[in-house]
């Protein structure tokens, strides 16, 4: 048997989106910025796709939606406005949280060293951040709060509704990081009290290499690549046309199913939680409800989770560690070790994340493969020798 377990580093792409992006490709190969007809039926198509992401994410007319090469991209552009924005008016500092995207840290690390002033909150041992402790924050100088909405390694939800409310009081702009929450649970960025959202359609169904940035009316935006007056001024480059449409496509039916899918999905996490809680040692990283839909998230001591991963692909089960972005890292996680992880347990952790296709079968297929493949590690590791042995102390 074979079961994809890592929809959060992509999930694949819908039929429906696979058909729509080749019908754009072949019959809206227009430049949309062309005056000609072929052009404009491009530019019809374009402003269509635009108008339905829009309404999936709750905005309004005066709203912007700009179209990207994925959530990266959208992450930098919000962030990098908004620090913009505030240096102007002397405003430098930007809260966020310990546990961001790299796509969200890595910004407001080169920003630090451009004079910025960076907090980055902490989280409980759940990997919940305190919406008392980012309000202790906040003063006249923050120029942007960016907090994710639902974290890609332990899936775990943020109140950035509450977050927002108090942003707004204070008239700070508020960025939320919501790439592995669209498509997965509901999603309106005027609810929200977003000012800036990211998403990445890869995550739900659509193609790779497209995202979008909300922009609520009247919050800055500038533009990350220059050369073009595409996407209103606000990103240079000719659109991305056949991945957009297949976008709006792939978001339309992620949404129309989502309150069957978030049930199943539920299901299918509880079940997996409870199976692989059953290994000694081992725990669950992240709170058990509050928490994406399909995202399960453990950690097992006494082995490494490279050597878990390629046992269980062996298996016929690919699965991650963590955040695909840092795969190729030998560093832990620095997500686990917000939450409280040690570097040694840190080292031993597998994320299964299920989607719309995944059964219970493969559930249980799941369970048994990591059981069977945390054994045999533990059975030569020297580290797991010494745990037994009594000379190391269990921590899990």
């Given amino acids: 048997m074979q079961v994809y377990a890592d929809n959060a580093a992509t999930a694949p792409i819908r039929p429906a989106a696979l058909e729509a992006y080749v019908t754009a490709a072949r019959e809206f190969y227009g430049n949309p910025s062309s005056l000609h007809e072929t052009g404009q039926a491009a530019k019809e198509a374009l402003e269509n796709s635009r108008g339905r992401i829009a309404r999936a994410l709750g905005a309004t007319n005066a709203d912007k939606i700009i179209f990207t090469s994925g959530g990266s991209e959208a992450d930098n552009q919000a962030i990098f406005s908004a620090a913009r924005a505030g240096a102007r008016k002397g405003k430098r500092k930007i809260v966020s949280t310990a546990i961001e995207h790299h796509a969200v840290l890595h910004p407001l690390e080169k920003l630090r060293r451009e004079g910025f002033e960076i907090v980055l909150v902490p989280v409980d041992k759940n990997g919940i951040v305190s919406v008392q402790d980012i309000e202790k924050e906040l003063s006249d100088d923050v120029c942007l709060v960016s907090v994710m909405l639902a974290n890609n390694e332990i899936g775990t939800l943020q109140p950035v509704r509450e977050i927002g409310a108090v942003c707004k009081a204070r008239k700070i702009p508020l960025h939320t990081d919501a790439v592995q929450a669209v498509g997965h649970i509901p999603v309106n960025a005027a609810e929200l009290g977003a000012d800036y959202l990211s998403l990445s359609a890869h995550k739900f169904g659509g ?90 998230s453990f950690c097992f001591e006494g082995i490494e ?91 899990l």
């Fill in 207 to 296: 193609p790779r290499g497209c995202g979008a940035l909300y922009v609520r009316a009247g919050a800055p935006l500038f533009p990350l690549i220059e050369g073009g007056a595409q996407e209103k001024g606000k990103r240079a480059g000719t659109e991305n046309l056949p991945a957009i449409v297949a976008t709006a496509v792939a978001l339309d039916e992620a949404l129309n199913a989502l309150p069957q899918t978030a049930q199943k999905l539920t299901r299918l996490r509880d079940r997996l939680i409870a199976g692989l809680s059953k290994i000694p040692h081992s725990a669950l990283n992240g709170d058990e409800k509050q928490r994406l839909p399909g995202n399960v």
């Fill in 305 to 395: 989770g490279e050597g878990l991963l390629l046992y269980l692909s062996d298996m016929g089960v690919f699965a991650s560690s963590g955040s695909a972005c840092t795969s190729g890292s030998l560093d832990p996680s620095h997500v686990l070790l917000a939450i409280g992880r040690v570097h040694d347990v840190a080292h031993g952790s597998l994320r299964l994340t299920l989607g719309e296709e995944n059964t219970e079968e493969e559930v249980d297929y799941l369970i048994s493969s990591v059981c069977e493949v945390v054994e045999k590690l533990r059975a030569f590791s020297p580290v797991w020798r010494e745990l037994t042995n009594g000379k190391r102390k269990f921590i």
